[in-house]
Each structure stands twice: as structure tokens, then as C-alpha cells.
């Protein structure tokens, strides 16, 4: 039943034109990604691999059944693959390979282009990969110079390194044996980070969900490093 449901993910894949009957690789593109939630799927595992329940738990309305299927379509056209973590975990993970990856900088420029409509409502649901990506695609290059930091984040049992270079914000998934960061930053919820890096209050005037540890004047170097960009006027 698997190969079938391959078998078939593939030869729609590969059916350039299905939608739109159209040359254009942008039109490609939304063929292969445009389904709904391919692209959040995506965005869930340009960390890392994934497990299929982790994919669950960040995107708690999509059902297993249509998280199977747009995998099996990913994976098809070449965007997904699925591997096996080496013991003792010896579990199946998805992840992208190396032509998915390329998808990175589509999905930071469109956080950045979605952020400037005025219906953004950074009261929905957020998960810890959106929170490192939102930081990713926000830091103000010039404003970062030439500061070079490590910083840990722990958000909700997820762990992930960020290093401050070279004007870039570079992240990674990290274990218990991560280099002493400079800085680290843990909380239970990616909201929770928000009014402090976005709306710029302080820890307490945020309700003190937001845990900093280190220096407090390199923290607030770089938190001030991150900003919105301006709403969209017509």
C-alpha cells in the first residue's frame, strides 16, 4: 500500500502542468509546495529532521491523514527524505534534503513580507521553529555589525543554538552538550518571547515567563537586535 501511495506521489510530482498548464518555474514550484500545508510542513523541519508525531504536535489542526499524504508527495518529488536515526534512537525522522533546503530563504522573505500586513495576529499559534526562523529572517544586519555571540535557547523541551555572525543569525537543533553559550534564554512557550524581542518590554513587564540567563547588557544588545518591519499602507 506504501509503494502504491509512492508510486502515485511520484507520478504526480512529476506531472508538470498539473495545475496550471504553465512553463513558468514559479508555477512549478506552487505545484510542488502549494498544497495546503506543505509549506509549514517544510518550515517544521528546516531545523532538522522531524518524527512524524513531532510534525503533529507543531501543527496540532492537520491530521494525521493529510500529514501522511504531503509527505508522501514531498517525498516524491524529491523535497522530503525519510531516514533513520542511528541507535539507541533507531527511529524514522523526515527530513529535507539538500534541493528542499533551498526553500530556507523563499520562507524567510515571506515571513518578512507577511509580517507587513496590518492582519498579522502574533496572537495565534507559534511554534519554537517559527520563533527561530522569525529571528532569523529579523535581524537587522547593520545593527549586528560586527558582534559575534552564541546564544541557547530552550523553548517547550526544544533546544536549539543561535550564533551572532558576520551580520547573520545562524541556527541549529542542540543537545545538553552545546558549547558554553554566552547568553541563554528559556521559556515554555515561543509566544512567550515575543513582547520581550518584538514589543520590546522588559522580562517583568511581560509577565516574567521569559527566563535570561548572562550578562544583562549583552542580553539586551542583542534582543535589540530584532525588530518587526513596518505594516503595509495603502
Same mark, same amino acid.
Given at each position: 500500500?506504501?509503494?502504491?501511495?509512492?508510486?502515485?506521489?511520484?507520478?504526480?510530482?512529476?506531472?508538470?502542468?498539473?495545475?496550471?498548464?504553465?512553463?513558468?518555474?514559479?508555477?512549478?514550484?506552487?505545484?510542488?509546495?502549494?498544497?495546503?500545508?506543505?509549506?509549514?510542513?517544510?518550515?517544521?523541519?528546516?531545523?532538522?529532521?522531524?518524527?512524524?508525531?513531532?510534525?503533529?504536535?507543531?501543527?496540532?489542526?492537520?491530521?494525521?491523514?493529510?500529514?501522511?499524504?504531503?509527505?508522501?508527495?514531498?517525498?516524491?518529488?524529491?523535497?522530503?527524505?525519510?531516514?533513520?536515526?542511528?541507535?539507541?534512537?533507531?527511529?524514522?525522522?523526515?527530513?529535507?534534503?539538500?534541493?528542499?533546503?533551498?526553500?530556507?530563504?523563499?520562507?524567510?522573505?515571506?515571513?518578512?513580507? %507577511?509580517?507587513?500586513?496590518?492582519?498579522? &495576529? @502574533? #496572537? =495565534? *499559534?507559534?511554534?519554537?521553529?517559527? +520563533?527561530?526562523?522569525?529571528?532569523?529572517?529579523?535581524?537587522?544586519?547593520?545593527?549586528?555589525?560586527?558582534?559575534?555571540?552564541?546564544?541557547?535557547?530552550?523553548?517547550?523541551?526544544?533546544?536549539?543554538?543561535?550564533?551572532?555572525?558576520?551580520?547573520?543569525?545562524?541556527?541549529?537543533?542542540?543537545?545538553?552538550?552545546?558549547?558554553?553559550?554566552?547568553?541563554?534564554?528559556?521559556?515554555?512557550?515561543?509566544?512567550?518571547?515575543?513582547?520581550?524581542?518584538?514589543?520590546?518590554?522588559?522580562?517583568?513587564?511581560?509577565? %516574567?515567563?521569559?527566563?535570561?540567563?548572562? &550578562? @544583562? #547588557? =549583552? *542580553?539586551?544588545?542583542?534582543?535589540? +537586535?530584532?525588530?518587526?518591519?513596518?505594516?503595509?499602507?495603502?
Amino acid at each position: 500500500m506504501e509503494k502504491e501511495a509512492c508510486a502515485s506521489g511520484s507520478q504526480a510530482a512529476a506531472r508538470h502542468g498539473r495545475w496550471y498548464e504553465d512553463a513558468c518555474g514559479g508555477s512549478l514550484a506552487l505545484e510542488l509546495i502549494g498544497e495546503r500545508w506543505s509549506l509549514l510542513i517544510v518550515r517544521e523541519m528546516l531545523l532538522g529532521p522531524r518524527r512524524f508525531n513531532e510534525l503533529r504536535a507543531a501543527l496540532p489542526t492537520l491530521s494525521a491523514k493529510v500529514l501522511t499524504e504531503r509527505l508522501v508527495s514531498l517525498e516524491a518529488s524529491g523535497i522530503v527524505r525519510r531516514t533513520k536515526l542511528a541507535p539507541p534512537a533507531s527511529v524514522q525522522v523526515y527530513g529535507l534534503t539538500e534541493w528542499g533546503h533551498g526553500l530556507e530563504p523563499v520562507l524567510l522573505e515571506l515571513v518578512r513580507w %507577511g509580517l507587513r500586513s496590518p492582519g498579522h &495576529d @502574533p #496572537a =495565534l *499559534a507559534f511554534t519554537p521553529v517559527s +520563533l527561530m526562523l522569525s529571528l532569523r529572517a529579523l535581524i537587522d544586519r547593520a545593527r549586528a555589525g560586527d558582534l559575534s555571540l552564541l546564544a541557547a535557547f530552550e523553548i517547550g523541551g526544544q533546544k536549539f543554538a543561535a550564533r551572532v555572525q558576520d551580520g547573520e543569525l545562524i541556527v541549529h537543533p542542540a543537545g545538553d552538550a552545546m558549547t558554553a553559550p554566552e547568553l541563554r534564554f528559556c521559556a515554555d512557550s515561543a509566544s512567550d518571547f515575543l513582547p520581550i524581542f518584538y514589543g520590546k518590554r522588559t522580562v517583568e513587564e511581560a509577565g %516574567g515567563k521569559l527566563a535570561i540567563e548572562g &550578562d @544583562p #547588557a =549583552l *542580553a539586551a544588545q542583542f534582543i535589540d +537586535l530584532f525588530a518587526l518591519p513596518p505594516k503595509f499602507r495603502s
